[in-house]
């Protein structure tokens, strides 16, 4: 009996430990997230149906570390802006001539100004490169013709014959003189092999991991996050040309894996002073990864100007005081006139974001959607359906893409701006990653990702009322379950 009173007790302890554990980190969850009550309301809700798992993973995951995140990163932006400084970038960007634009782009840019660490510049040119197959052939091709260096930075390089094609063009470069460096995020990149790079660095070039899995145990001492992850995907080439989007390296964005099948995605190359932003960039992610400062005129040429193009770089993560790409979004839909289009592969709006294309359909705006039928995330893809029904009251036209998978990341606004870049409209890449879009001013750029829409259209079945409608009762269950965890993705 004396033993299973002492058991009682022991049980009794341990289930008022579980409770005061559970009611601190609920506590932490409500300071800690006072501006975003939607991703409170998940956590608390995870915490409460999963306790113990609920616990460990909000503890590695949830707890918001911008102030921590951003002392790093800040050190960093520091340091490259005074290198920018010495060097007369900020000068040799958009300059006094801002007074020559129109109206809303003076708007749109004055916002970007107050957000992203890159400044605008006039003078670019800017070419869509519309699937992998081109962009592979333009980045080697500009390597190829690389004189001095050549900065090379991606979410994931895969370890198949599209990524040693890559690494051994690099190194070929590295034998020949040129500086290489190549910087891949350690998650994103993890399938590649320990001695993956070391043909390139024999060779005399560079390579590192963003945030590397290895020293995860020193990272979870600091308490760092351990989902604050770099998915820009940058190639900068004698700080002259420049490539940004959103394919990755691998044969699957050639749709040679039969798993996903077609892939259909969009990238951009750029020339002009546009080119000093991409190198800024990979500048500061260098910096904060390797510790190296690269600093030297060599990698802030002159550029001078090559088009008539207007682009904005706005590279946004979680070390910024402002979720940046989601307000530059949500005002860039704002200020529409005539159409908003936009490709997405993971559409889990924010609030401001669901706002603005809510409010831009109902003052007649020809607003739609071009999401994938099928993506790698079924949650993801659940999350997003729980939205059709509200934005289609409003008069948004949603597509669903049925040949393939769609990968690609633009948005056309009228023939006024467009952008192609990294950054998924979801609450991850709004609040969680490192991301990096290109936001071009000029009507070539929009009637060239607008062509690209209206053919991918043909691939597409339009989302109707009556299609909602007819979701059965199991699917609008999952659609809501993922739609309250979203916040999480």
């Not at 998978?405 to 969680?432: C, E, I, Q, Y």
């Amino acid at each position: 009996m004396l033993v299973s009173t002492e058991m009682l007790y022991v049980a009794a302890a341990v289930e008022l430990l579980v409770v005061a554990a559970h009611v601190l980190v609920i506590g932490s969850v409500l300071l800690a997230r006072r501006r975003d009550p939607s991703a409170t309301l998940a956590w608390i809700l995870f915490i409460a149906l999963v306790p113990i798992v609920g616990v460990v993973l909000y503890l590695a995951f949830g707890r918001v570390r911008i102030r921590r995140a951003r002392k790093r990163t800040g050190r960093a932006e520091r340091r490259v802006r005074t290198i920018l400084s010495r060097h007369d970038v900020p000068g040799r960007l958009l300059g006094a001539r801002r007074e020559t634009l129109e109206e809303r782009t003076q708007t749109q840019l004055a916002l970007g100004n107050a957000l992203a660490s890159t400044p605008a510049s006039q003078g670019n040119t800017a070419c869509v490169l519309h699937d992998a197959d081109v962009t592979y052939q333009e980045i080697l091709a500009a390597i190829d013709g690389a004189r001095d260096h050549v900065h090379v930075e991606f979410y994931i390089v895969q370890p198949d014959a599209v990524g040693e094609t890559l690494r051994d063009r690099l190194a070929q470069r590295a034998a020949e003189g040129i500086e290489v460096r190549v910087l891949c995020d350690a998650i994103g990149s993890m399938a590649l092999p320990r001695g993956f790079w070391r043909p390139l660095r024999d060779a005399g070039g560079h390579a590192a991991f963003f945030a590397p899995a290895l020293k995860l145990v020193a990272r979870l001492r600091r308490r760092d996050r351990l989902d604050y992850r770099n998915h820009r995907k940058v190639v900068v080439v004698d700080g002259r040309i420049g490539f940004t989007g959103g394919i990755n390296v691998g044969k699957e964005y050639l749709g040679l894996d039969p798993r996903i099948g077609r892939w259909r995605d969009t990238h951009m190359r750029i020339e002009g002073p546009a080119v000093l932003s991409l190198q800024q960039t990979f500048l500061q992610d260098w910096l904060l990864t390797t510790a190296e400062t690269l600093d030297d005129a060599r990698y802030l040429p002159d550029c001078p100007a090559r088009g008539d193009c207007v682009v904005q770089v706005i590279d946004s993560g979680p070390d910024q005081a402002w979720p940046t790409m989601e307000l530059y979004y949500a005002q860039a839909i704002a200020q529409a006139q005539d159409r908003v289009w936009i490709t997405n592969p993971y559409f889990i709006p924010s609030a401001a974001v669901q706002a603005a294309l809510t409010v831009t359909a109902l003052r007649g705006v020809d607003v739609r959607l071009l999401l994938p039928s099928r993506s790698d995330s079924r949650l993801v893809t659940q999350a997003s359906r729980s939205y059709y029904g509200e934005l289609l009251e409003s008069g948004v036209r949603i597509f669903e893409y049925g040949r393939g998978f769609v990968h690609a990341k633009t948005m056309v606004v009228d023939d006024w701006v467009a952008t192609v870049g990294s950054a998924n409209m979801d609450m991850r890449s709004f609040n969680l990653n490192y991301e990096l879009n290109a936001f071009v001013f000029g009507a070539g750029v929009c009637r060239d990702i607008a062509a690209q829409f209206a053919a991918d259209l043909d691939s597409a079945t339009e989302v109707t009322p009556e299609t909602v409608g007819r979701t059965s009762l199991p699917s609008r269950l999952a659609q809501s379950v993922a739609r309250l965890l979203s916040p999480l993705l």
